[in-house]
């Protein structure tokens, strides 16, 4: 199985067997140039010529393919990808062609859900919620056993629920969304407003020192004790653990896994997150529901994409 995950920076691609293990992965760099009209044509370039080092194109039963935005799985249609410039794109049409195979495609966030389920934290639950923090803030929700993708892909959307009304604006178009808190970006923001609010403390030091700042600085002047940072990530912890708790009163999860690029952050983020999960969920949920951080960091778009193939083609004579 070949599994995509497209991202606006790099496209990463895995050969992954029947038992979600990854043979040989690789990535490219996302060409964005031109509504990125070539991304699917380099990505097919980049399969075969590392096919023909690798093994027989033959031995690949089908492709899964991750992309950022708003996905129709049924249809294969991308309707809005900002992050690589898609709108309304045929992307398993596209692909199929090219490659004359099989193409399942996903929201990434979602087969970043799928792949932990399998062979991540999840542990094979029926209901689970997986949150990313990174750039932006995704989410992906298994209920019952099958991935939630909506009435048109936007299911497992939790960065944009609203946050705070007063907040910063979002890509979206509406204002405070979680993604514009929770994230990387977010919590940046966040703590340059208490730099112009303090401008003799050692967070502004810090970036008056080195002309930029980071979430993961912010998390570590947390740990020397600086008060500043710790009122960020206090009211970002805050702030998710109530919408997450909101969330998870939907569907009832055994398991909320947080991932993405801020989860590096580590046991003292996933510790305050799990005390505002707690603070404002009905106890009957907590009760029965673990948070833990994600266990396959980058590998998680690739693992997801070819459990999509697996999913679809079990029942079909090739994976006999």
Same mark, same amino acid.
């Given at each position: 199985? @070949?599994?995509?995950?497209? !991202?606006?920076?790099?496209?990463?691609? !895995?050969? /992954?067997?029947?038992?979600?293990?990854?043979?040989?992965?690789?990535?490219?760099?996302?060409?964005?140039?031109?509504?990125?009209?070539?991304?699917?044509?380099?990505?097919?370039?980049?399969?075969?010529?590392?096919?023909?080092?690798?093994?027989?194109?033959?031995?690949?039963?089908?492709?899964?393919?991750?992309?950022?935005?708003? /996905?129709?799985?049924?249809?294969?249609?991308?309707?809005?990808?900002?992050?690589?410039?898609?709108?309304?794109?045929?992307?398993?049409?596209?692909?199929?062609?090219?490659?004359?195979?099989?193409?399942?495609?996903?929201?990434?966030?979602?087969?970043?859900?799928?792949?932990?389920?399998?062979?991540?934290?999840?542990?094979?639950?029926?209901?689970?919620?997986?949150?990313?923090?990174?750039?932006? /803030?995704?989410?992906?929700? @298994?209920?019952?056993?099958? @991935?939630?993708?909506?009435?048109?892909?936007?299911?497992?959307?939790? !960065?944009?629920?609203?946050?705070?009304?007063?907040?910063?604006?979002?890509?979206?178009?509406?204002?405070?969304?979680?993604?514009?808190?929770? +994230?990387?970006?977010?919590?940046?923001?966040?703590?340059?407003?208490?730099?112009?609010?303090?401008?003799?403390?050692?967070?502004?030091?810090?970036?008056?020192?080195?002309?930029?700042?980071?979430?993961?600085?912010?998390?570590?002047?947390?740990?020397?004790?600086?008060?500043?940072?710790?009122?960020?990530?206090?009211?970002?912890?805050?702030?998710?653990?109530?919408?997450?708790? +909101?969330?998870?009163?939907?569907?009832?999860?055994?398991?909320?896994?947080?991932?993405?690029?801020?989860?590096?952050?580590?046991?003292?983020?996933? +510790?305050?997150?799990?005390?505002?999960?707690?603070?404002?969920?009905?106890?009957?949920?907590?009760?029965?529901?673990?948070?833990?951080?994600?266990?396959?960091?980058?590998?998680?778009?690739? @693992?997801?994409?070819?459990?999509?193939?697996?999913?679809?083609?079990?029942?079909?004579?090739?994976?006999?």
């Amino acid at each position: 199985m @070949i599994g995509i995950d497209i !991202g606006g920076t790099t496209v990463k691609i !895995g050969l /992954v067997n029947h038992n979600g293990e990854i043979r040989y992965k690789w990535e490219i760099p996302t060409n964005k140039d031109n509504l990125g009209e070539t991304i699917i044509d380099d990505v097919w370039t980049s399969v075969t010529d590392t096919l023909a080092k690798q093994q027989n194109k033959s031995e690949i039963i089908g492709i899964g393919v991750g992309a950022p935005g708003f /996905v129709n799985p049924e249809a294969g249609i991308v309707y809005e990808a900002v992050n690589v410039g898609w709108r309304n794109f045929n992307l398993k049409d596209e692909l199929e062609r090219l490659s004359n195979l099989p193409v399942f495609i996903e929201n990434d966030a979602n087969l970043a859900a799928l792949a932990e389920n399998w062979k991540g934290s999840g542990d094979h639950s029926k209901d689970m919620m997986l949150i990313t923090l990174g750039t932006g /803030v995704g989410g992906g929700v @298994i209920a019952n056993g099958e @991935i939630l993708s909506g009435t048109n892909g936007t299911a497992g959307e939790i !960065g944009h629920i609203i946050g705070d009304p007063n907040g910063y604006p979002c890509n979206c178009g509406r204002v405070g969304c979680l993604d514009t808190i929770a +994230s990387a970006t977010g919590i940046v923001q966040q703590a340059l407003d208490k730099i112009e609010e303090n401008p003799e403390s050692t967070l502004a030091s810090h970036y008056k020192k080195h002309g930029k700042l980071e979430a993961k600085d912010i998390f570590q002047f947390v740990e020397t004790g600086d008060r500043l940072s710790e009122s960020v990530i206090n009211r970002t912890t805050d702030i998710l653990g109530r919408i997450i708790a +909101s969330a998870a009163t939907v569907i009832n999860p055994s398991r909320i896994i947080i991932g993405g690029g801020v989860s590096k952050a580590g046991g003292p983020l996933l +510790s305050k997150i799990k005390k505002n999960f707690r603070k404002y969920s009905l106890p009957r949920i907590s009760d029965c529901c673990e948070v833990k951080l994600a266990q396959l960091g980058n590998d998680a778009g690739i @693992i997801g994409a070819s459990y999509l193939v697996k999913k679809n083609l079990e029942k079909t004579p090739l994976m006999l």
